[in-house]
């Protein structure tokens, strides 16, 4: 595999090229270097395992990542995230969510107790060095952010840090408070590269361009975009009279207008917060040329999300379908191989193709 380059300065920079988004193999080594090195948001603790002593077995980003995993609240509502696969013989543990009180696999009756220890086999008496430490289940990192849940394989950041940027900014929103609204969640499929979803995403350069609508309620002159470690954050500023956030005293952007706050992790989430509540998307890669892209939406001033920002945000994404199925299009032609950034406009699409590039090389 040819490895990629993006320079450090923007201003010398050049895009990924053509070839990154074409590439079976790159495509591949995509989910083993950067999908198994980083964090996923699974869902929210309240939605998933509400009750003490339940189990939610999961895969995520829909089977991408073809890691059986198991979910589980134990009798003090410490959660954690287990392999559910037995260390017996290799079968899934459990194939429903529910109440349990322990874990028993169905094939042999091996049992552990909810923190994954091993508890008890039958027929294994005379097996000599048993039980080793292995014959627990391997145990994934999990974060959580109020109730939202995180997990990884083998992240190769923390995702703690990603919470206390975030933090700074969305901190003072009692997110405990936001509320799962399945009606409003939405999934999009898209005829595109996953990666080519989230360079749209990074930046608000097309917005005038694209998103007639928005860009009505958002100011595009003062439109910022800030860089982090494994994060970045736009901040789209309300034109005069449109909604904003009611900010408190001491907040980083007090006495500003602010309409959104845009955060993206590295390298497929999104969690975007408005005056009303937060709407997380997932990037989902199925195929080169195919992604689903998952809205969530968690609602915390219902009274503030009128049907028309509901609409509004339904619109915002078909436009964004639009332009990046013609980029995918695009990006197949025998004379496009590279591009270039804008300096001010494009910082966000630049950080993510250096960490792309970063984490291939790696
Ligand atoms: S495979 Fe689970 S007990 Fe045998
Ligand atoms: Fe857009």
């Excluded at 950067?34 to 998933?48: E, K, M, P, S, Y």
């Excluded at 042999?108 to 086999?121: E, P, T, V, Y």
């Excluded at 097996?127 to 974060?143: I, V, W």
């Excluded at 969690?271 to 009303?276: A, K």
Aim: charged share 25%.
């Amino acid at each position: 595999m040819s490895k990629f380059f993006v320079h450090p300065d923007i201003t010398e920079a050049e895009t990924l090229p053509a070839a990154f988004y074409r590439s079976q193999e790159v495509f591949e080594a995509l989910r083993e270097k950067v999908f198994t090195r980083t964090w996923q948001w699974i869902g929210d603790a309240h939605t998933l395992i509400p009750l003490p002593e339940s189990v939610y077995p999961l895969h995520l980003l829909d089977n991408y990542l073809t890691e059986p995993m198991l979910l589980v609240r134990d009798a003090e509502d410490d959660i954690r995230c287990l392999s559910n696969v037995c260390t017996h013989r290799g079968n899934i543990i459990r194939q429903h969510p529910g109440k349990s009180r322990q874990l028993i696999c169905a094939y042999h009756g091996r049992r552990w107790n909810l923190d994954g220890s091993f508890k008890s086999m039958p027929e294994f008496k005379e097996a000599k060095n048993f039980p080793r430490p292995c014959d627990s289940l391997h145990q994934f990192p999990l974060r959580k952010w109020g109730d939202h849940l995180f997990v990884g394989l083998e992240p190769g950041f923390d995702f703690t840090e990603v919470i206390k940027v975030m933090e700074e900014r969305v901190g003072f929103l009692p997110l405990r408070e936001f509320k799962l609204d399945p009606v409003s969640s939405k999934d999009y499929l898209v005829n595109c590269h996953w990666a080519l979803y989230c360079d749209n995403y990074l930046e608000g350069f097309h917005i005038p361009f694209v998103h007639e609508g928005l860009n009505k309620l958002l100011d595009y002159g003062q439109y910022t975009t800030k860089l982090y470690d494994h994060l970045n954050l736009q901040i789209g500023y309300a034109e005069s009279g449109e909604q904003s956030f009611d900010l408190p005293e001491g907040h980083p952007d007090y006495g500003r207008e602010v309409g959104a706050y845009y955060y993206w992790v590295f390298p497929n989430l999104m969690f975007n917060f408005y005056p009303w509540g937060l709407s997380v998307n997932v990037v989902k890669p199925i195929s080169m040329n195919k992604t689903k892209v998952s809205f969530i939406t968690y609602m915390w001033r219902e009274e503030t999300m009128s049907e028309e920002a509901s609409a509004l945000m339904d619109k915002v994404e078909r436009e964004d379908e639009f332009v990046v199925e013609g980029v995918h299009r695009g990006l197949k032609s025998r004379y496009y191989r590279a591009g270039r950034f804008s300096p001010t406009r494009e910082q966000g699409v630049h950080h993510f193709h250096r960490l792309l590039a970063q984490y291939l090389d790696a």
